[in-house]
């Protein structure tokens, strides 16, 4: 081989002699052929695929930039060189002998090669990124490999004349032209056509240079440094990591993937079958039935018998094992690309042991050449380069791949909430589901980032193994003897975590569960005064997580502490073992370093693997947990048809749903049609199957038998509307295009104008979260309004007149359900318990029990005196005749007709809340004396407010924007953590670590002089004395470190637990007790963030960085230490780094800590959002917008994802920066070693070096582990800012009302004036008025006329601004909260229960006795419903009492005030929801039961409030009349006109 090089060249290839001298050379044989060869090789075998965007045909030629020409010019200049070159070698053949072959083939080889390359230039236009990698790589190989030529020619022109002149000045113009290209490509080539796409994301057009080292990134970090980042200052995402492209992919694999599963699952279960033999006998069931039962599990794979006794655990079984292979699946080209950077990078780590060997070798040997010193340092630098720029790509790539999981992850979830069936939607609660997103979503981004460490950690394992043996033979083994012990005490530790983990996280659930419902229901609470109760049981929760939490500390800090021991155990080990098994062992530095440099390499992959052990336990509950989910059913809505049949628009055929798939039929054989166009109201007592038969309709239940013909589309107005947290308009809107004329149409038809006159921005108003700021009343017409304007086919309206008042109600049925209204073309489908709408409709169908007991026209039921008759005549008047009804009904409606267009209907009453109140008030002064029954606004006018710029007004905007905080966390916040753990606590922690420290440095300078003292003794006998003694200090030394840090770690965790203890505490307590209006300004789900991620940060993230961050930071000043130690000079070299990393360090954590908080902001609203489309469910699919709102979720996903994504760049940016600090810091360590070769002792050099190998890593962490604390430490802040909201006022304070109080219930107002927030206007202005004992005072007035604030008042729910009430002589602004809310009761608007007893729902302090209670349910007619469910009171209440329905809870409701039987009860209004029946017990109940009481009743219908002994008629705030109803409709006065709009005209005429 070498010989026929020889003669290729003509000269020696190879001779050992040319480098054993101190000014060595390699021959030019060696010169011409290989280092020419290594690079063009690299070039032709990669760049033919660098061509292939040039074999696509393009119509477009894309443009020509500066950069493309200057590239271009260069390669072109180049290839006239090789020419020359070629030219040259002819021109000399002539002339003389002929030349060796080498003077043709390279310029030959050269011609072709930057032919190449012009080809490549050109090819690379037709990308986004113009720059090739490939070429970067070449030039870089090109130019180190003709660094050796370079030097040699210059050496030679030095000591004589040039012998060839033209080639030395060929060679340097064309090293000089590389060099220019190389520097030249290291630039960024933008074209015109993709400035914008740059703009918007550098990276797509960054150089491959800027792209390794995370140049384009720089601006942002610049940017974050000088301001704060906003999310628009944020790059966006590449197309390619979009949640749509991510989720298009995930779901295709998955889809198949969970079909193989389910096969799977059919045969598990099939095998179980056999197992456990024939059921059959065990269930005394015939066959036929068993049969049944089969042929269902068939059809629903997931659902498993429940009848079957065999069953293993109440769990059932779900298709397993497919969430896994569909992520590897989806992302294998990120997987692929990150193995390969892993392995590069793997491989390098091993070289610099083996460097530093050599490097200690030519420290202690006096004869070695100098040149070989720098070369070991240069190449030592080298690999620290290389290595780390492919750890950055790896951990670039790593942490794409989590956030990519994540996105995709979360929007199967999402998709899958929309689509999946009731009952699956029945096992999770919308907090379960939350959490699905939060929390398990969040476990796979963590496991994608270290996924490969499971493969890569063995094998840093084995190939280290492999090279101590090379150092310490088989004393290795004792070391690997320890590591092996080790690995069964970790085992058991993970072992334990885990069971700790899964029961934490059933407790977190839970207690997020109750906070959820405390943030729903909190006005009930305070009402109620039940807080402490609710504080109570959230208490309980929290106390058994921190027990755990605890104790999962403590074995972390087992875990730590028998890690920390593992290196030094290790090397101990094998050392004692070296130098006890033979005499003639004589431990030298080179070994000792090089072990130890290896014992280090060790010591990350076992660190790292029982970490992603653990990780990967939590990750496999979490798959679990989403395979479940994932896997469960969907919505069967086979039962549905769509066919089309003539003269029919919906047609139930023996239909028989259940809400259960083995649950009793809630609607039984209904057997309907509906003719198109027709109306038809549904009518039955409450619980006899009216929604459910809607539900049916809809396709939300299960099917038994039967099935449902559905013509057209459908729209659905749902019982309790459902309000988006969006404006007004889009609300009605509902993703439609803008019709303005259709728009308009509407809002008149549905009574919205006077609304939208309230409101402070009229349609453009912000309607917050589940509609707080809208009364029941305007929620139900806005739900109509977008029924309406969505311009369906079919109308499905549940009971949508229940929450308005009867004159609107009445206005609504006119213009926009009844025969003449703007749907009297449509199918519609009303479920109804008002009997006055009835004569006007096609059809009724009467259910009972589930099954329709009669239908037909409202005449012909009437004459069939069946169930329907009767229940009319209990509630119809007596006197009228039905026929007069109905021809008076239809006299009123053409009345109506004939009246003036313009007439809109009065404002309707509803309960009003603090917002909406605080919304009317600021709605401005001169509407307020809005005229009284009529309101005339014509479109004209009202289009001319349209034109006008829109004004933000106050209080448009309800929902304030989640504060972000700004700028640096104030020192205070560390403070204030460190204060919770406990001062002395965490001085003593520290203390630990330095301890710890110290011992390392001992441990290291003591090995150093051991190795020393193979020099010493170099032809003697090692005395054994020495030699025990060495061993036994380094022993004691390494003993001491470890357990300084177990005290360290154990003290953490008491004092973390404690700081845990207290956070939550002080934020609970805190949150229980500020006003109601905070809960009407902060949207819930920015609460429950504070309680569920913050306090997750502060029990587990905190403790985990202040740790990380104390041992880097010690770890750092160690090593910095002992390099110093070695060779002083490097502290001159420490200040320039220092200052270099502390700048990096400043600007990179302004922009990081900004990027986290972005991060957390932008991720409450996916969550929300969740939130809202979960409880909307029912509303989404009827209208079939399940699309617009993936879409949604995917746009919401992108912004968080893009500023998460921007944060690991951010990190990436940082770390390379850092690693080439660290590069440095090996460089000059080694460089100071060669240069004061002679002084230096081998031990002290080694020390030096592997310590500075070991310090790049540390560097890093330090810097992440400071920002990551930062990052952190922001939850201390977000949940220190919710416990500092002022608070209402003391619960109880030291004058207490007398026992007893209210004994007699008189109420005085005196002069009362309120205003919901310091800045707004009055909303009581000045009421005078007494209320005697045992009195019944209606209160009434329109909308905003202030009758909800009156209760507000009367529980201080708002506080005076002048004047004062007074109850039984005492004055209720100077008692306690407490001592207020518990003597009176109310019965509010809404009905909200918790999850929980029944029991408890009525008694949560457990102050009754049973009979007691069981006596208040039998006054509030539930005592028959509650007796017959299996548990009685012990009943669980569903999530927002889901399992009852909503007349039950109604009546619960009542129970509870009956239970309380305070002096004086406030009713507001709550007969809304409940048919007339239910109505009429409630009515009964309190008249007879509440006799000896104080009752105030704020009425919206006037028929309840006709018997009462007086009425107070409020407007604007002020009271206008006051007396009894006999003597109010005697005088014309407003009363009277309400009257009038009501049909009533004396007090006897009332239904009731």
Known sequence: MSAALEDFCGSVFWNDSFLARQDADLPVCFQQTVLVWIPLGFLWILAPWQLLPMCKSRAKRPSVTVLYIIKQVLATLLMMTAVAELALAFVEDTEQDPLPAVQYTNPSLYIATWLLVLLIHDARRFCLHRDSGILFCFWILSLLCGVLPFQSLLRKALQAPISDVPRFALFFISYGLQLLLFLVSGFSDIAPETKEIAKKNPEVTASFLSSITFEWYTSTVFKGYHKPLEIEDIWELKDKDKTQAIYTVLEKNMKMAVRKAQEELEKRKYKKRRWEGDPDHRNNMNKAQSQDILVLEVKQPKKKKKKDKGDSGSCKDYPRGWLVKTLCKTFWQNLLLSVAFKLVHDGLVFVSPQLLKLLIAFVSDEDAFAWQGYLYTILLFLAALIQSVCLQQYFSLCFQLGINVRAGLIAAIYKKALTMSSATRKESTVGETVNLMSADAQRFMDMANFVHQLWSSPLQIIVSILFLWKELGPSVLAGIAVMVLLIPINAFLVAKSKTIQVRNMKNKDERMKIMGEILNGIKILKLFAWEPSFEKRVNEIRARELKDLVNFSYLQSISVFVFTCAPFLVSLASFAVFVLVDENNILDAQKAFTSISLFNVLRFPMAMLPMVLSSLVQTNVSTARLERYLGGEDLDTSAIHHNPIAGSAVRFSEATFAWEQDGNAAIKDVTLDIAPGSLVAVVGAVGSGKSSLVSAMLGEMEHIKGHINIQGSLAYVPQQAWIQNATLKDNILFGSELDEARYQQVIKACALLPDLELLPAGDQTEIGEKGINLSGGQKQRVSLARAVYSNADIYVLDDPLSAVDAHVGKYLFDHVLGPKGLLQKKTRILVTHSISFLPQVNNIVVLVAGAVSEHGSYSTLLANRGAFAQFLNLYGSQEEDASEKNTSAVALAEDEEQADDGIEPCVEEGPDDVVTMTLKREASIHRREFSRSVSKCSTSSWKKTQEEPPKKLKGQQLIEKETVETGKVKFSMYLRYLHAVGLWCSFFIAMGYVGQYAAYVGTNLWLSAWTDDAQHYLNQTYPPEQRDLRIGVFGALGVSQAIFLLFATLLSARGSKRASRVMHQQLLSNILRVPMSFFDTTPTGRIVNRFAKDIFTIDETIPMSFRSWLSCFMGIISTLIMICLATPFFALIIIPLGIFYYFVLRFYISTSRQLRRLDSVTRSPIYSHFGETVSGLSVIRAYGHQERFLQQNESTMDINQKSVYSWIISNRWLAIRLEFVGSLVVFFSALLAVISKGTLEGGIVGLSVS??????????????????????????????????????????????????????????????????????????????????????????????????????????????????????????????????????????????????????????????????????????????????????????????????????????????????????????????????????????????????????????????????????????????????????????????????????????????
């Open 1251 to 1552: 310590s500075a190998l070991n310090v790049t890593q540390t560097l890093n962490w330090l810097v992440r582990t400071s920002s990551e604390l930062e990052t952190n430490i922001v939850a201390v802040e977000r949940v220190h800012e919710y416990t500092k909201v002022k608070n209402e006022a003391p619960w109880v304070t030291e004058k207490r009302p007398p026992r007893g109080w209210p004994s007699k219930g008189e109420i005085r107002f005196v002069d009362y004036k309120v205003r919901y927030r310091p800045e707004l206007e009055l909303v009581l202005q000045g009421i005078t008025c007494d209320i005697e004992s045992t009195e019944k005072v209606g209160v009434v007035g329109r909308t905003g006329a202030g009758k909800s604030s009156l209760t507000n008042c009367l529980f201080r729910v708002l506080e005076a601004a002048e004047g004062m009430i007074i109850i039984d002589e005492v004055d209720i602004a100077t008692i306690g909260l407490h001592d207020l809310r518990q003597n009176l009761t109310i019965i509010p608007q809404d009905p909200v229960l918790f999850t929980g007893t029944l029991r408890m729902n009525l008694d949560p302090f457990n102050q009754y006795t049973d009979e007691e209670v069981w006596k208040a349910l039998e006054l509030a007619h539930l005592k028959t419903y509650i007796q017959e469910l299996p548990e009685g009171l012990l009943h669980l209440v569903s999530e927002g009492g889901e399992n009852l329905s909503v007349g039950q809870r109604q009546l619960v409701c009542l129970a509870r005030a009956l239970l309380r039987k305070a002096k004086i009860l406030i009713l507001d209004e709550a007969t809304a929801a409940v048919d007339l029946e239910t109505d009429h017990l409630i009515q009964t109940t309190i008249r007879s039961e509440f006799a000896a009481c104080t009752v105030l009743t704020i009425a919206h219908r006037l028929h309840t409030i006709m018997d009462s002994s007086r009425v107070m008629v409020l407007q604007a705030g002020r009271i206008v009349e006051y007396d009894s109803p006999e003597e109010l409709l005697k005088k014309e006065g407003v009363f009277s006109a309400m009257a009038k709009d009501a049909g009533i005209t004396s007090t006897e005429t009332t239904i009731m």
